[in-house]
């Protein structure tokens, strides 16, 4: 079917998707006029975060185009989310991935589908399209996957580099807030039986993935590297730079067999069309030559595609604020890159020294790492595109003075990398318990240090994050790990900095006591993966992904505009809070009426001596009103830790009206591994 007018799109948004166990799934259909005449193929986005309200804004700017493409759009709540029937109980369960090939086998069933289906998603949703994928229902025909992972364990929300992300907390703590919202009155007539169910049964998702700290079969569950020839669809992976998740387009591309091809550009968590740093691009324009190829067998070239479609950036102004990135587009027709080459550079008393194959020596003798608990406070929000504002790093020098530091000097040419910048480490620590955080900055003539990128790696998973085991203090170990993907060019005149530290508060969860990493530098090496470096002005024409076409926004009724603070302290006794506060406004939607506000206060709070003073806190509302119909709900979470376990607490309380119709207190502890 060809392309269809805004005339001949048809809404159905209360569409019901039924289970083979008898629940129903709460559904947003896009057809086009006469697709019973002239089937089409579907493309289905499934998510816990609510149709009506939650994504109802993002959905507007993205299923309209593909409808007017030839396409059905589908928007599925995952059971036990927005108004569908059932339990969540966590991510990407059994449950939620049966029910994923339910849902495709009820489209390609529909009088008006051809059969085909492809899936859509950025992050939860770009998770478990990769998952199902991997399950091979015979409708599935491609997926595109945004801002996803292939590891749930290395590359999740919930760990990096076997350290504790402190975003386990916080996420958890926002999944706590998601789930206590109530379905929707108005199609739903035993919503508070359902609400009041939901409540009760209410997981306490921080604790649940803080039992689970080591490479088990918990996260293996889900992850795609356990098993990369399950996939047989086609691919498309797309990624920013901002983002928490940069490896994974390359990752697919380089280990699928099926078709896959990567785009990253300089975005944050946001699909690109609607991302706040530029340049846009154009995402339905990549989704729909992607579908058009794998789902109407359209011979549009989309598997000569490069590989790899990367958005190389330069040093701008660091800044905690979204603003435009500095770079260009670049290709690379097969990838890993026939191209690349590696670059090793000596970790050394006075700083970075290039092994240039000639002999060149390595760092001889030790220094030590042992850095203040309050280091990372220029880190930004460890994932950009959850907060409305201030989420960036910001200029690094703050963070640079207190770790330890190795400079190469000035470049005499511009260097340029793409990929996994990697590390060899020779160490001892203090304590059986301890890790590193490596951070890759680019140096600017006028002292300005912005983060490239960087890894936490804990030093009891040296050798797996499987069976890690405690280090003994005083005994020297290698390791060998990889920083995170990224694309950079460093202009001539700026220089390469690697920055250590002990510490990356809040970022990562302290260790239980203050350590000191002592490098042993004639093992410690820096491997940078080098490509050709074009001129100041050289541009791939073949890599720029166009800009955004026209599309659709919800013309939803303003009540309460957005906000954003960060704020910093510090106390009398030297300690360090951070608090950020952020109001995701109240609107009315212009087509079920409900309004819908939200806001968010989280405190990170440590002192610079003390590990054990490590403190996080989150306070979420949500309010909904309809006409004479109100609800609340206000929850908080708290955790801190001493040398043997996690704390945990959480609190509920939720309002119909000005009526209490439920409150619940939740405490727990959880003992460290190797944490």
């Known amino acids: 079917m060809g392309a269809v007018d805004d005339s001949e799109v048809r809404v159905q948004d209360e569409v019901w998707i039924p289970l083979r166990d008898g629940r129903r799934l709460a559904a947003r259909l896009w057809l086009p006029s006469g697709a019973e005449r002239q089937r089409v ?3 289905l986005e499934y998510l816990p975060y609510r149709l009506r309200d939650g994504t109802a804004a993002r959905d507007e700017t993205t299923y309209q185009v593909f409808c007017r493409a030839g396409y059905a759009g589908l928007r599925v709540d995952i ?4 108004d569908s029937d059932g339990h969540l109980s966590d991510e990407y369960t059994e449950d939620e991935l049966a029910s994923g090939e339910d849902i495709i086998a009820w489209i390609a069933n529909q009088p008006w589908s051809s059969g085909a289906v492809g899936m859509i998603g950025i992050s939860w949703g770009g ?3 990769l998952q199902i994928a991997m399950r091979r229902p015979a409708a599935l025909k491609a997926i595109v996957t945004v801002c996803s992972t292939v590891d749930r364990y290395a590359d999740d929300i919930h760990f990096m580099g076997g350290c504790l992300l402190i975003d386990n907390f916080t996420w958890g703590a926002q999944m706590n807030a998601y789930m206590t919202r109530p379905p929707d009155p108005a199609i739903r007539e035993d919503w508070r039986a359902s609400w009041l169910a939901r409540l009760d049964a209410l997981p306490f998702f921080t604790a649940n993935w803080l039992r689970h700290q080591r490479r088990g079969a918990f996260w293996k569950h889900g992850s795609v590297c356990e098993d990369w020839s399950a996939i047989a669809c086609p691919v498309l992976a797309i990624g920013g730079w901002a983002d ?12 699928l067999a099926a078709p896959a091809k990567a785009l990253v550009g300089p975005w944050e968590h946001k699909y690109p069309h609607i991302a706040r740093i530029g340049p846009a691009a154009d995402f339905h324009g990549e989704v729909l030559r992607w579908f058009d190829r794998w789902l109407k067998g359209e011979a549009n070239g989309a598997e000569g595609l490069p590989d790899y479609r990367a958005y190389v950036q330069e040093h701008g102004a660091p800044s905690p604020y979204y603003d435009p990135q500095p770079g260009r587009w670049v290709a690379e027709q097969d990838w890993p890159s026939p191209r690349t080459v590696q670059r090793t550079f000596h970790l050394q008393g006075q700083g970075l020294s290039e092994d240039r194959g000639l002999g060149d020596a390595p760092g001889y003798g030790t220094t030590e790492v042992a850095t203040p608990q309050h280091l990372g406070m220029a880190a930004g929000y460890f994932c950009p595109g959850m907060r409305v504002e201030h989420e960036l790093p ?3 020098c703050a963070d640079d003075a207190l770790s330890m530091c190795f400079d190469d000097a000035p470049l005499a040419a511009p260097l340029e990398i ?10 001892s620590a203090d304590r059986p318990q301890a890790f590193l955080v490596l951070r890759l900055n680019d140096v600017a003539p006028d002292g300005s240090s912005e983060r490239v990128t960087y890894r936490p790696i804990n030093l009891s998973h ?9 280090l003994e203090p005083g005994r020297r170990y290698t390791v060998r790990f990889k920083l995170n993907h990224c694309g950079r060019r460093f202009r001539a005149g700026h220089r390469l900095r690697l920055a250590l530290s002990t510490t990356y508060w809040p970022i990562v969860w302290p260790s239980p006591e203050a350590a000191r990493v002592t490098l042993h530098l004639e093992d410690c090496r820096l491997h940078l993966p080098l490509r050709p470096v074009a001129g100041e002005d050289g541009k791939d024409a073949a890599a720029a992904p166009a800009t955004p076409r026209g599309f659709a926004q919800l013309a939803a009724n303003t009540l309460r505009p957005t906000d954003s603070r960060t704020e910093r302290e510090t106390l009398n006794d030297g300690t360090h809070v951070l608090h950020c506060f952020d109001d995701f406004g109240e609107t009315r939607n212009p087509h079920h009426g409900l309004e819908v506000g ?3 206060e989280q405190v990170f709070a440590i002192n610079p001596e003390a590990p054990s003073s490590a403190r996080a806190e989150a306070y979420w509302r949500y309010t909904f009103a309809r006409g004479a119909w109100r609800a609340r709900i206000d929850t908080g979470t708290t955790m801190t830790a001493d040398l043997r376990n996690f704390h945990l607490t959480r609190r509920v309380e939720a309002y119909e009206g000005d009526t209490l119709v439920f409150e619940r207190d939740w405490q727990e502890s959880v003992p460290r591994d190797c944490m």
């Open 41 to 43: 193929p579907a493309i």
């Open 127 to 129: 998770f478990n399209g």
């Open 244 to 255: 928490a998740y940069t490896n994974a387009p390359a990752q697919l591309v380089e280990h």
């Open 598 to 600: 939200s806001t968010v």
């Open 79 to 82: 059971a036990g989310s927005g």
């Open 462 to 470: 040296r050798d797996s994050d499987e069976t890690p085991s405690p």
């Open 394 to 396: 910001d200029d690094q």
């Open 418 to 427: 793409l990929g996994a910048p990697e590390v060899e480490l020779a160490f």
